[in-house]
């Protein structure tokens, strides 16, 4: 069996190039319509990629032509006389060529999705190590076309890795530097902590708590309406005790009020809510049946990098209902990918407040700074 591949402008074209090489007995496989040249996507022609096979020891009538056919499975069967009995080795025969030429194209197509290469190196390494660290590719493209086009603006093209390097850090330092980052601003006085189970909610408020206290020297209390867990409310009666702060526990909205105007006095007033899943909207809505949003106040949603970026923007999708000031993403000890810390700003239009790595209260915290989101993803120094 010989199977070749022809790129031409149209199928007409292409099947006087299939029988000028293959002869009147060659079947078509299978074909598509691809992009030729250009550059990053521009000014790209479009071509037919037709696949195309004969087997020189079946003689068929020259009359018969080539047909095109959208799948294997129903060009071949049709395209050679089989005997009637479905037993004969004839049968056997064509069945395994079938197959071997099923697994043929399926690795021509594999080959052809992982291996091409769309730069020039250096550009490529550093292409790759951002697909690695999980940088969408959106982001990824946009970078690349302004690598390339200062490469090419530049007096002799040299590849200088290093100097590539340093552009690519100076250009993510501008695509980041319009979103807010950083720890509370204790512009206002109530910080709701919002996320999904299991991102560590509880843990960090408290890491927040003794930053304040014991760093940023501020006075502030804590309100709990996660009853969903008792585990969780001792948990924070635990770090309350600890850093010698009061804590209230808010079954209803009239007791989130209430707990709120007696600690009115304090500088902040961190509010914990319950974790549940959160790409149900139902349990968006429920928050407010507990938590003023209305009153003034920031909300900080907590998120993992050990998450999928897509439920993360599905999470945030929910959470439209509710005016997100910041982003928290925790467990940076967990994962060995930070892309997201680029692609929550950049493409969510949410600021980093903080990031967590590792459980140590109150020290596993750091206020979230576009370099350090860089030193990251990058591995820099």
């Not at 990031?355 to 989101?373: F, H, K, L, R, S």
Request: charged share 30%; with cysteine; glycine share 4%.
């Amino acid at each position: 069996m010989k199977v070749k591949k022809y790129t031409a402008k149209s199928m007409h074209e292409a099947m006087k190039l299939i029988r000028a090489e293959l002869g009147d007995d060659a079947v078509i496989l299978n074909s598509k319509e691809v992009d030729i040249g250009g550059f990053l996507g521009f000014f790209t022609k479009k071509q037919l990629e037709v696949i195309a096979a004969v087997d020189p020891s079946i003689n068929r009538p020259s009359s018969r032509g080539i047909q095109p056919r959208p799948r294997v499975e129903t060009n071949l069967p049709n395209r050679r006389k089989i005997k009637d009995n479905p037993d004969t080795e004839q049968t056997k025969e064509l069945m395994n060529e079938l197959t071997q030429l099923k697994k043929m194209i399926q690795g021509m197509n594999e080959k052809d999705e992982t291996n091409v290469k769309d730069y020039p190196e250096p550009f490529q390494q550093i292409d790759d190590r951002l697909r690695l660290q999980g940088v969408s590719e959106s982001i990824r493209l946009d970078i690349m076309k302004h690598l390339l086009k200062a490469w090419y603006n530049q007096e002799g093209h040299d590849k200088n890795l290093e100097e590539i390097e340093e552009q690519l850090h100076d250009y993510l330092l501008k695509l980041l530097s319009p979103y807010e980052m950083g720890g509370l601003t204790f512009d206002k006085k109530v910080v709701n902590i919002v996320g999904p189970t299991g991102v560590g909610k509880t843990t960090t408020i408290a890491k927040i708590a003794a930053h304040c206290v014991l760093k940023k020297h501020k006075k502030v209390a804590l309100i709990t309406t996660d009853t969903y867990r008792i585990a969780a409310v001792e948990q924070l009666k635990t770090y309350a005790k600890i850093l010698n702060i009061p804590l209230e526990v808010a079954y209803s909205i009239d007791d989130f009020k209430k707990a709120a105007k007696q600690f009115e006095h304090y500088d902040l007033i961190l509010v914990d809510s319950a974790g549940r899943n959160f790409r149900n909207r139902l349990y968006v809505e429920e928050l407010s049946k507990v938590i003023d949003f209305e009153n003034e106040a920031n909300t900080y949603l907590v998120l993992s990098l050990t998450s999928k970026y897509e439920d993360m923007k599905e999470i945030l999708n929910q959470f439209s209902l509710i005016p997100i000031r910041k982003i928290i993403l925790t467990k940076k000890d967990e994962t060995s990918t930070f892309g997201v810390m680029i692609n929550v700003p950049i493409e969510l239009g949410k600021g980093i407040a903080y990031v967590t790595n590792g459980q140590n209260v109150p020290d596993d915290i750091v206020e979230a700074t576009a370099p350090y989101i860089l030193k990251s993803v990058l591995e820099v120094d």
